[in-house]
C-alpha cells in the first residue's frame, strides 16, 4: 500500500509523554522508553477547559500548544517551549473578524482541534473552532489569523452550522490533515457539514463526501451536511484515510475518492458508532476503534458496560475483539474523538482517556490493556508525544 514517495517510519525508541486535556484543566503523563514506569505531572491551567494540546512532531522542537476556555476570560491559546513547565498565552488567538455595523457577526466559543502545518513551514499551525472557522498561525502559535478561503467561501454558510445547531457541545472544525508529499494539499471536517479538501493551502475548497449516507438528512447521501466525528490520514500512505461518523465507520482511498462503510461487520451488540478512530503508523490496513452504545437515543457508553476496543488488519474487512485487561462489567466508559491515540514504537502502543477521568495504554496494539490513572477531570484529549 505504501506510495514509492514514501518511506516505512522507523519505530520510535525513546521515552513517551500523554498530553491530557480534561474539563478542568490540562496534565502531562510522563512515560519512560519502555513504557511501563509512568510519572504525572502537576495540574496545568487548573479551572480552564482544555480542548486539545498537541506537541510539535516536525523536528527536534519542544514546543507545545494548548487550546483552552478559560471561563469568562474565554477562549484562547497557550504555548510552552519547555515541555510544559511554562507557558505564554498567544498575543493574538485565534477570532472571528467584527462584524459590520447592524450586522449580526460570530464569535469562537473555544479552539478545538490543534494541527502543526507542513513540515516545510516549522512554525506554522491550524486550529479549528467552534463556530466552525479555520485559523493558521505563522510564528509558532503567537498570533493567529482566520483562513478566509474557507471562512469567507462563497460557500461556506451552506456548509456550517450556525451555532445554535449542530452537535450538543456545538458545531467543530476538526481533523485538520496536510498531505506530507505536498503543502498545498489539506483536508478537514466539520461537525456537522462533513470533509473538505484543498489544493491550494486552503484558497479554495471543496466537499469530498460521496460514499456517506447519513439518516438524518432530508437526501441521506448529499453532497454535504454529514456528521464526521474524526478522520485520520495514514502516515505511511496518506491517500488511505479511515473516518468514524455518526452513522458508520468508513474508508476510503483517495485515488478512488469514495468513502465505504466498513462497518457494517462489527458484531453485535457493538455498534458502528463511536468518536476517536486510530490507524497503524506503519501498516495502512491496521485501524482500531472503540464502539459505543449507538442504539436510540445514543447512550455512547461502552455497550452492556463491557468496553473493548477492536482491531482490523486488512482495511476493515473483518474485526477482532480486545478487551483483554477491561472491566468484565460495569465499565461505562465513553471516548471523546480526540482522546485515543497511538504512539510510534513497535509495537504500537494505544492509549485512550475517558470521559470518567481513567486513562488506559496497550504496549501491545490493542492486545492488552492496563489502567495509568483514575480520578482525573473528564478527559477531552489523549494526544501522544515521542521523545
Known sequence: MAKPNMTVPKPATGAVMLLIGTRKGAFILRGDKTRRKWKLSDGMHIGAVVNDMVMDSRSNSRTILMAAHTGHLGPTVFRSTDLGKTWKEASRPPAFPKAPEGEQGISVHHNFWISPAHASEPGVWYIGTSPQ?????????????????????????????????????????????????????????????????????????????????SEFL??????????????????????????????????????????????????????DHSYPIVTHPRDPDTVWLFPLDGTFPLGRVSPNGKPATFVSHNG?????????????????????????????????????????????????????WARLLTSLPEIYSVRVAEL
Open 218 to 271: 432530508p437526501v441521506p447521501d448529499a453532497e454535504v451536511g454529514h456528521d464526521p466525528h474524526r478522520i485520520v490520514m495514514n502516515p505511511l500512505n496518506p491517500d488511505r484515510f479511515y473516518m468514524q461518523n455518526h452513522f458508520g465507520v468508513y474508508r476510503m482511498d483517495r485515488n478512488e475518492g469514495c468513502w465505504v462503510n466498513i462497518g457494517k461487520t462489527l458484531p453485535k451488540p457493538y455498534s
Open 133 to 213: 472557522g479555520l485559523f493558521r498561525s505563522e510564528d509558532d502559535g503567537a498570533t493567529w489569523e482566520p483562513v478566509n478561503g474557507f471562512n469567507q467561501h462563497p460557500q461556506f454558510k451552506t456548509w456550517w452550522n450556525p451555532p445554535d445547531e449542530g452537535p450538543p457541545d456545538g458545531p467543530t472544525l476538526h481533523s485538520i490533515s496536510i498531505d506530507p508529499r505536498d503543502v498545498n494539499h489539506m483536508y478537514l471536517c466539520l461537525s456537522g457539514g462533513g470533509v473538505f479538501e484543498s489544493f491550494d493551502k486552503g484558497n479554495d475548497w471543496h466537499p469530498l463526501n460521496k460514499g456517506l449516507v
Open 316 to 368: 476493515g474487512k473483518t474485526w477482532k475483539k480486545q478487551n483483554k485487561g477491561f472491566p468484565k462489567r460495569d465499565g461505562w466508559f465513553s471516548l471523546k474523538r480526540q482522546a485515543m491515540n497511538p504512539d510510534l514504537h513497535d509495537p504500537v502502543g494505544v492509549y485512550l482517556g475517558t470521559t470518567g477521568g481513567e486513562v488506559w495504554a496497550s504496549r501491545n496494539e490493542g492486545e492488552s
